[in-house]
Structures are given as C-alpha cells and as structure tokens.
Nanobody, 126 residues
Framework: QVQLVESGGGSVQAGGSLKLSCTASGSTNDRRYMAWFRQSPGKEREGVAGIDRDGRTKYANSVKGRFTISRDNADNTMFLQMINLEKDDTALYYC????????????????????WGQGTQVTVSS
C-alpha cells in the first residue's frame, strides 16, 4: 500500500516556474517507479515525466528541456521542477507510483501505475 500527496501547484504567468512535490508513504516495493501525470478538461490523462528508484527518467516530448523530475528516496519525496511554463501546461497534476518492472517507455503510461495522489492544480496564464 502506498499513499501519495501532491503539493506546490498554483497560478503563474506564462514563462514562470513552479516546483511540485509528492510525498510518499507505505511500501517502498510498490513505489519503485514514480511519475507525474496531468489532465485538463476534455483531454486524456497524459504522462509528463517518470523516474525509477535509481534515477532513470522519461519525459514527454512536450516538456523536454523545461521540466525536470527528481526523487529523494531517503525523504520519500518526488519533485517536478517546471520552468518556462506555457498555457498548455495548465492541468491537474497527479503523482503516481508502481512496483513490479517497467522499461522506461512505460513510465508515462497511466495504466501501469497502481497508486495515485489526489492532484494539484497548475494554472498558467498570459
């Protein structure tokens, strides 16, 4: 069992920055992989960035060069540093975790993740 809580969302101007945090508790075996997903009205849930316990990462093409995912296993936290935010980044951002085994190409697939937080809203305006 894993519990996940996101924080750090808010409203920013285009070009601004935000850093999201996800705090985790529960079985470490079930959070070998962690990822950020996002969803905006009328759109499918989208993988943003994923990371395994050793720091291997995968990014959606739309955020490469702007977002950085990281995790601190000792503190049971995961982060998403977002810079140069765009209006299209507006969404509810979810933290997710999974155990088992995945290749990096699967880090952005929602169905691979068993545990989910409640989300934190990011709104980017001009």
């Amino acid at each position: 069992q894993v519990q996940l809580v996101e924080s750090g969302g808010g409203s920013v101007q285009a070009g601004g920055s935000l850093k999201l945090s996800c705090t985790a508790s529960g079985s470490t075996n079930d959070r070998r992989y962690m990822a950020w997903f996002r969803q905006s009205p009328g759109k499918e849930r989208e993988g943003v960035a994923g990371i395994d316990r050793d720091g291997r990462t995968k990014y959606a093409n739309s955020v490469k060069g702007r977002f950085t995912i990281s995790r601190d296993n000792a503190d049971n936290t995961m982060f998403l540093q977002m810079i140069n935010l765009e209006k299209d980044d507006t969404a509810l951002y979810y933290c997710a975790a999974a155990g088992g085994f995945m290749v990096p190409s699967s880090y952005l697939i929602p169905s691979k993740f068993k545990y989910w937080g409640q989300g934190t809203q990011v709104t980017v305006s001009s």
